[in-house]
């Protein structure tokens, strides 16, 4: 693919004729290290590589920032303050409310993992968000559906918290027929999905934008190979173009990495919030 | 490619991949709940700091606020008990004033009526000697007319007296007729 014709030395203006190739969605196949061998499964990827180093980094900043958390905060433990404190109130106080407080840890593990996973993406030498592998998202995303059943149950019962569900309130009843199967889907079976979904599809199309900068810019670049050197300098300031696109959607994507993150929590809070308080 | 495209579906959820994204996630979840009641026992103690910082900052307000309030109403008696001092000191020069008047009044009168006994004393004793002598020089004088014939004592003052009692008659008519002027 494009890596293989990069090595071949296939560039813009090139004598021998071949066209640039796009990066695709190979790039998020990494060859497996170990393979299993067995159906389902993928073995031991880059994924799996970058997922440890992410795991590491999240639990790494949050052991170290809390480790010795005092009165007077040290600046690791106000950027971890800052972190809580953003998440309650931008979060789960205005979600669920002051009972939203207990979920607190779990927004915060979700926030701190999520980001984690997504950075890499942008890590010089990892450069892959592990959330742009569906099989991590729908982790979280499968987990929280439960929590979001398992609250509900035990608030107000396994009758309830269905019907709260499945019945809207105030719909007629002989439309009900129509709305129930509606409803089932919505809540069961598309949400979870699009929760898992949102994330990974943000952050597989955000990583793909970056390899096509990057690898279009390494196909532009042919100064020494060109026919003449016109033909160089033009593709190299084309491939400054790239450069300077890839840097400014570089930047674009770590902000975009936040704002999943934030998402991701936010509507993990909301699902919650809603199984907290039962009917409408 | 396209023997690969069955393989290669971005929505694929591998099992293995599932196993490890979870395992991971579990280890996060317990490291954040792990280190939570450091984070947040450390926060509350900060609030409860806080809280004693306000209610001490109160405290040492109403403190302030009590003195001040002493304070002015101390000022407040002083000026009161400066006024009143003031206010007796002016009875105290208006009595003392007074009292000195009436003194000198007292005393003046004191003067003028020992004055007038003086004035009638002296003219007691003036015209006690006045009469004395106008008596000798009455008698001389009529010695010196009538001679020896007066020698006789008894029958001389029997004279004087008679002839002074005419006198001080005539004296009387005189000091009415000047008290009716």
Partial sequence: MYSAAGEEGCHLFNDFGCG?????????????????????????????????????????FWYFTTRNAKVVP??????????????????????????????????????????????????????????????????????V??????????????????????????????????VV??????????????????????MFAGHLLLAVFAAGGWYMFNLFGAPNIGLGLLSTGFSAVALIGFLVFTAFELFIMAVQAYVFVLLSSIYLGEAMEGAH | MIGLAAEENIL??????????????????????????????????????????????????????????????????AHRQYAAELEKAKEQRAAIIAEARDEAQVEARRIVDAA????????????????????????????????????????QSRVIDRFLDELEQGESTTSSQAEVR
Avoid: C
Avoid at chain 1, 79 to 101: H, P, S, W
Avoid at chain 2, 122 to 129: H, T
Avoid at chain 2, 131 to 145: N, P, V, Y
């Fill in chain 2, 12 to 77: 694929r959820i591998h099992v293995d991949e599932f196993v490890f994204g979870s395992i991971a996630f579990l280890i996060i979840l317990a490291v954040v709940y792990k280190m939570w009641p450091k984070l947040s026992s450390a926060l509350d103690e900060r609030a409860n700091q806080i809280e004693g910082g306000i209610e001490r900052a109160k405290k040492a307000e109403a403190e302030a606020e009590e003195i001040r309030q002493q304070y002015r109403e101390k000022l407040d008696e």
């Fill in chain 1, 20 to 60: 640039f190739e796009a990066p695709g969605t190979s790039l998020f196949f990494p060859t497996p290290w170990v393979d299993f061998g067995l159906p389902m499964t993928s073995g031991i990827t880059k994924y799996a590589l970058v997922l440890v180093v992410a795991l590491l980094v999240a639990a790494g």
């Fill in chain 1, 181 to 202: 199967p509606i409803e089932a889907l919505s809540n069961f079976v598309i949400r979870p999905a699009t929760h898992m979904i949102r994330l990974f599809a943000t």
């Fill in chain 1, 74 to 143: 040290s600046r690791g433990q106000s950027l971890a303050e800052l972190l809580v404190g953003f998440i309650r109130d931008q979060i789960t106080r205005n979600t669920m409310g002051k009972e939203g407080d207990k979920f607190l840890p779990l927004m915060v593990a979700l926030f701190l993992f999520i980001f984690s996973m997504n950075v890499m993406g942008i890590i010089p030498g990892l450069q892959l968000p592990v959330t742009s592998n569906l099989a991590y998202p729908a982790v979280l995303a499968i987990f």
């Fill in chain 2, 116 to 155: 007038h006994a003086q004035i009638e004393a002296d003219r007691q004793q003036a015209i006690a000697q006045l009469r004395a002598e106008i008596g000798t020089l009455s008698t001389d004088l009529a010695e010196r007319i009538v001679g020896e014939s007066l020698a006789d004592g008894a029958l």
């Fill in chain 1, 145 to 178: 559906f439960i929590l979001w059943n398992a609250v509900g149950i035990r608030r107000h019962g396994a009758g309830a918290h269905f019907k709260a569900r499945l019945v809207p309130g105030g719909v007629p009843a002989w439309i009900l027929p129509v």
